[in-house]
């Protein structure tokens, strides 16, 4: 029976001595637990931008020539002209008809295919579109207001998750001077 009564002051040596190892850790600091009381979700509200497309319909003005391309008319008058100014110059005179006659031929050519074409004007509805920014609040979760108990005081701390029914907590010893 002796030795199972020595076991006892080496069992309380033990854990005496644990104890007084936890407090004399540099700057008198260990962990423990603490029973949660209470926890709330902590929730804020966001403004949030939306990108959106805003599409509408506008009127839209189309002009559209028709008829023969007025190029082709003033170069065939320029060359008729031309030959005809030089079949009716004589001597000196017959460069300057030619340059005189293509000229007369080139604008009667042009002013004939302008007189031929004809203006078309219409109007078509066309759909237009942009990119503008909405904005819309939502509530958001942005953490847990925890309140626990240690040693018969209670302390609330937000925290980023939700800890159950018990948090871990770190417990600083100093001496008063």
């Known amino acids: 029976m002796k030795t199972r009564y020595a076991a006892i002051p080496l069992a309380l040596a033990a854990l005496t001595t644990g104890a007084a190892q936890a407090f004399d850790r540099p700057g008198g600091v ?10 709330r979700p902590v929730k804020e509200l966001v403004r949030v931008a939306a990108p959106a497309q805003e599409c509408w319909t506008q009127p839209v003005r189309h002009v559209q020539q028709t008829g023969p391309s007025t190029g082709a008319y003033t170069l065939s008058g320029a060359m ?5 100014g030089n079949q009716i110059g004589k001597g ?7 340059v005189v006659g293509g000229m007369a031929g080139a604008v009667i050519g042009n002013s004939m295919a302008q007189s031929r074409q004809q203006t078309r004007v219409y109007t078509t509805q066309e759909q237009q579109c942009q ?22 005081q209670e302390y609330t701390r937000t925290m980023p998750y939700d800890p159950g029914r018990t948090v871990r907590v770190r417990v600083t010893v100093d001496p008063i001077d």
């Open 131 to 152: 990119i503008v920014e909405r904005f819309y609040e939502e509530e958001r979760h942005v953490g847990y207001r925890v309140t626990y108990r240690y040693q018969g």
């Open 92 to 98: 000196d005179s017959r460069n300057a008809a030619t």
């Open 80 to 84: 008729i002209g031309g030959v005809l």
């Open 30 to 39: 260990f962990y423990d637990q603490a029973r949660v009381v209470d926890v």
